[in-house]
């Protein structure tokens, strides 16, 4: 069988905040938004070999081999001082998987977990390996009854959800903001795609949660809040919404200048949004 | 003979302990003031050096460490020498268990062991409404934690899915007393789902109950049972523990010249040591201190044949780091397979050690090895076999990395779990993670979720806010914050490393 491969940031294998019970999450590289609000920057580009993080790292676990970035996992300490060298937002540690790779881990770890997220980056980027692998794990009887879940930016065609959604159990939508304007401003792109991302998730009864971060005077703002109940009230009946605050961890440039959400302007939004009908609303566990 | 006054007298007059607790502490320098039973030299010299270790029990045992009575004898057949008849009601049986407790030793003092309460309660439940038991049961817990409050005090429930276990669980979450510790044996083929999602949800509550995985305790005892007790000591039901020494894996493999020497040599020899003392302390409890002549014996709530002795080892991280270290070879104990190997191997070496020394008035015969969870005095070491604190890695791979341990300590063996409170959102996770670790082989499984105020420390429960009190100079209610305060103070307990997985990804996160 010739599978498709994907490029992986990460694989954890403790995760209770992406979909219920505990879930192996896949950190697929590469994202086609730029958001400057990211607390995973490092996974947006793609490494085109240029070799810039080599002289950063301080145990020589970087080199180039035959014009490829070579990366010897076996000599990394995380410091991940590499990610900071790095000038398109590559990840040199990100490792090519195969879909069989990943069910050898599921089949490891499968009394430990409810499912499989993938995440990233925006996995819809490597629609084929995703779909690929979601197949893989609803035909393998040893797998039965875990979940797979995808956590999107939205940003992938109403065809593209198509197959997807068929070997997909829940979606988990980022909306990054309501009013073009400021959603342009924020990811460098339009979010119709992510509107009708989450229509068309919905229509499909997979649409799991929808996703919404809170930075002071931007996302905040009456009209923004406005515009998520009517969408969320539209879709029609009780939409579980996850509101993140923004925080400062990981962030890159001019968001690093930004306010953190204050815990008591998210609980604020998360009573509107309850009052208006629309829940469970989560809010973060942790307050940065 | 001569006391040191001074000591006494720091007791006397210390003012963040009670009259009780300043009664308890002259006893314990009175009992210390007589000479330790016969040691010969050598286990006296491991003794000094603390290669070996009693505990700090005591040097005239006149009570097994640890009781279990079988308390279903006074509820059907009422007692003599308490005067108590048989209990027909459930407020009978109540403040008969009430009476029992009192008379029931351990070397805290306290008892440790309330029994296995659904098995005890039900019969007596025929009739009772859900909101009466839910009342009595109540004060019953308000009354455990007040008159005995003692974490190493702990009561047992399940398998099975009942009323009263329900009604308990639901008690022990609105209170989040420190007693009782509270243990849920948890078995796939006879618990529902429904009551294990209960206990779970307790555990992101109040981080109790602790789960037992009940299968595999039942198949290491016998038809008359077994308990959970004190700090996650599985023993005989209606019988107990003499006594528990422990060995200080460390010092062993400080004095050893490489892996094979500690294996062939120093181990066996420290094992050997480790089992005089214990028969040491246990030929006085049992030939001298006429313990056994009591009416709990005569009664028959527990039987001098059922008492074991508790073989505990501590410091597993750190033997193996300095075994490996010594060849050269910078262990990460935990985190590496070959670290992890050098570890179950010590493990299985200590079972078949073990084995190999028979007892006298030891239940079977030979000791039972325990993962030993540690006292405050512990600074640098880590207890049993467990990754020390701040380098834990997942949990899913922290359970994989101490799983096979697990079959070599039948007496007890826990590991706590640290996780984040973004759990408390999706308690399904712990669920999946409990289920896990006993497919695994884990024998228990206990979680301490992040910001909650009781946590676990050694293995006994504490109230955040009582530390912090207490280290405010006022006194502490309860025993155990004293020795916790102590913990929290000398080893990096509560900085077992919360793990903010959400934000696992962003650079440098977790360092
Ligand atoms: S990770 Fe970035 S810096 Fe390193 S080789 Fe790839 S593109 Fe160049
Ligand atoms: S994270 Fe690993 S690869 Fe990157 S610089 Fe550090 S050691 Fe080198």
């Known amino acids: 069988m010739n599978l498709p491969q994907a490029r992986i940031a990460k694989i954890l294998l403790w995760s209770c905040v992406d979909g219920p019970g505990n879930r192996l999450v896949l950190f697929l590289q590469g994202c086609n938004f730029a958001c400057a609000a990211c607390h995973n920057p490092h996974t947006i580009g793609q490494c085109n070999d240029c070799g810039d993080c080599i002289p950063a790292c301080p145990t020589a676990a970087l080199s180039l081999a035959g014009g490829r970035l070579h990366f010897d996992p076996a000599r990394c300490t995380q410091c991940d001082d590499c990610l900071a060298a790095c000038p398109i937002s590559a990840n040199p540690m990100a490792l090519p998987y195969s879909v069989a790779d990943i069910l050898t881990l599921l089949h490891r770890h499968r009394a430990f977990l409810s499912g499989i997220t993938v995440s990233g980056g925006e996995p819809t980027l490597q629609t084929g390996f995703v779909t690929a692998l979601f197949a893989a794990i609803r035909e393998d009887p040893d797998l039965a009854g875990l979940t797979c879940f995808v956590d999107s930016n939205g940003h992938l065609g109403a065809l593209g959800w198509q197959g997807l959604l068929s070997v997909t159990d829940g979606v988990m939508l980022d909306i990054k903001a309501f009013g073009p304007a400021l959603h342009l401003a924020m990811t460098g792109r339009s979010n119709a795609r992510s509107l009708a991302s989450a229509k068309i998730a919905h229509a499909a009864g997979k649409l799991y949660e929808l996703r919404y971060l809170i930075v002071p005077d931007q996302t905040d703002s009456p009209g923004e809040i406005a515009r998520l109940i009517r969408f969320a009230s539209d879709l029609g009946g009780p939409q579980r919404i996850r509101l993140n605050a923004f925080h400062h961890q990981g962030v890159r440039g001019v968001a690093a200048d930004w306010l953190s959400a204050p815990r008591q302007a998210v609980e604020v939004v998360a009573e509107q949004l309850r009052h208006a009908g629309l829940g469970p609303v989560i809010v973060p566990a942790v307050w940065l | ?511």
């Open chain 2, 1 to 511: 003979m001569t006391f040191e006054t001074q000591g006494l007298r720091r007791v006397v007059n210390n003012p963040a302990l009670s009259a009780a607790q300043k009664a308890r502490a002259l006893s314990i320098e009175a009992e210390n003031a007589m000479p330790y039973p016969q040691l010969d030299a050598e286990t006296h010299a491991a003794l000094e050096a603390r290669v070996i270790c009693d505990m700090y029990e005591g040097h005239a045992p006149y009570r097994p460490r640890y009781v279990l009575p079988d308390y279903g004898v006074v509820l059907t057949c009422g007692s003599d020498w308490l005067e108590l008849p048989v209990p027909q009601t459930l407020d009978e049986a109540i403040n008969t268990l009430m009476i029992a407790y009192h008379h029931v030793p351990s070397v805290t003092g306290m008892p440790v062991y309330v029994g296995q309460l659904d098995d005890l309660l039900l019969p007596f439940c025929e009739g009772v409404s859900d909101e009466a038991l839910y009342q009595k049961l109540k004060l019953f817990w308000r009354y455990i934690d007040r008159v005995l409050p003692d974490a190493f005090l702990h009561a047992n429930i399940g398998p099975s899915d009942n009323r009263v276990a329900r009604t308990i669980l639901r008690v022990d979450a609105e209170l989040g007393q420190i007693a009782p510790n509270l243990t849920f044996r948890y078995d796939p083929a006879i618990s529902t789902e429904a009551i294990l999602a209960q206990a779970i949800a307790n555990i992101t509550i109040c981080s109790k109950p602790h789960i037992a995985n009940h299968p595999l305790h039942a198949a290491t005892f016998d038809a008359r049972g077994y308990g959970i007790v004190s700090c996650y000591n599985a023993l005989p039901q209606a019988g107990g523990a003499s006594t528990l020494t422990r060995i200080n894996l460390l010092e062993v493999a400080k004095r050893s010249h490489d892996t094979d020497d500690f294996l062939t040599n120093t181990l066996p020899q420290y094992v050997a040591l480790n089992v005089r003392l214990a028969q040491a302390r246990i030929d006085y409890l049992f030939d001298q201190s006429g313990f056994f002549d009591s009416f709990l014996v005569t009664e028959g709530w527990i039987d001098r044949g059922r008492f074991t002795a508790m073989f505990g080892i501590f410091a597993m991280a750190e033997a193996v780091n300095h075994l490996l270290l010594k060849s050269g070879n910078p262990g990460r104990y935990g985190r590496d397979a070959e670290a992890n190997a050098l570890g179950h191997a010590i493990s299985a070496r200590l079972t078949d050690l073990v084995a190999a020394q028979p007892m006298r008035n030891v239940w079977r015969d030979r000791a039972m090895l325990h993962s030993q969870a540690g006292l405050s005095t512990d600074t640098g070491l880590t207890p049993g076999v467990r990754i020390p604190y701040g380098t834990e890695p997942d949990p899913v791979v922290h359970v994989l990395a101490l799983a096979p341990h697990h079959q070599y300590y039948p007496s007890g063996i826990s590991e706590i779990l640290t996780l984040d409170e973004t759990v408390k959102a999706n308690p399904a996770a712990v669920m999946d993670l409990c289920k896990g670790a006993f497919a695994s082989g884990f024998r228990e499984f206990t979680a301490n979720i992040g910001g909650n105020d009781l946590v676990r420390v050694t293995g006994y429960m504490i109230r955040l806010s009582d530390v912090a009190r207490f280290n405010a100079l006022k006194g502490a209610r309860t025993n155990t914050t004293a020795l916790g305060a102590e913990a929290a103070k000398l080893t990096a307990i509560l900085d077992r490393k919360p793990r903010v997985v959400a934000y696992e990804l962003a650079a440098g996160a977790d360092r």
